[in-house]
């Protein structure tokens, strides 16, 4: 019994963590520094700012790529 919630719960926690990772958010975010993907995201001076998949906002200055998912 405990091997199978055991088994239960790291099924749901690795679909938790897959499903998160960036397949429905709307836009991927390149920086020299990393990517990040996001639903949504304002202008802010010269740069941009937006809640990452972990909810911390970023503000991202100077050089970066925005890629839209979309349609």
């Known amino acids: 019994m405990l091997i199978v919630v055991f ?4 099924l749901l926690i690795t679909i938790g963590m897959v499903s998160n990772y960036n397949g429905d958010k709307k836009y991927t975010i390149q920086t020299k520094h990393g990517v990040y993907h996001t639903d949504s995201f304002r202008i ?12 911390r ?15």
């Open 7 to 10: 088994a239960t719960v790291t």
């Open 44 to 55: 802010y001076g010269k740069g941009i700012v937006f809640d990452d998949n972990h909810n």
């Open 57 to 71: 906002q970023v503000i991202v200055m100077g050089d970066f790529d925005i890629i839209s998912k979309l349609k």
